[in-house]
């Protein structure tokens, strides 16, 4: 039996919900961090305000601002891509579902950033003595997330 419209919406749910919850952090990044200013929690963990024009790990953050719109453009084709993909997957595909779901509320949370900051907001600093990785946000940890996963559901799916 098909499944109807309604019910098929419900499937966008987790990516609304992970999109509410980065877009929080980020608000309460902005609100309670200095820029630059590490606040340590945890050793190896600090929370650190940093605005990144660019992508992944700063790449093209030093370029003259074409950036912001290529990777706004690449996000809505990702956005589109995705929300078509949640659209006709099959519902017992619930972790190809998953993947989808958290790639697509990242994408979403780094274009708003890019759209209304015109940068992304990064605020999470792991780092091991003097070595830090680059600032991240929860949008980034969900694409990294949501590719782990679907590279399992497509590793399941090829054993059975």
């Known amino acids: 039996m098909a499944e109807r419209t309604p019910r098929r919406l419900l499937r966008y749910l987790p990516a609304v919900l992970l999109l509410a919850v980065d877009q929080l952090s980020k608000w309460e990044a902005l609100r309670s961090l200095a820029p630059q200013q ?77 759209l209304v900051h015109g940068h992304v907001v990064d605020f999470i600093d792991l780092y091991y003595r003097h070595w830090h990785w680059p600032a991240f946000n929860l949008a980034d940890s969900w694409i990294t997330l949501g590719a782990l996963t679907l590279f399992l559901a497509y590793w399941r799916e090829e054993r059975t």
């Open 38 to 114: 590490p606040v340590p929690l945890l050793p190896g963990f600090n929370l650190t305000l940093v605005f990144n024009p660019g992508a992944a790990f700063s790449f093209l953050s030093d370029a003259s601002g074409w950036q912001r719109w290529f990777f706004s453009a690449l996000a809505i084709v990702v956005i589109v891509l995705l929300s078509r993909w949640i659209w006709q997957e099959s519902a017992d595909k619930r972790l190809s579902l998953l993947a989808y779901s958290l790639i697509l509320a990242g994408a979403a949370g780094n274009l708003i950033d890019r």
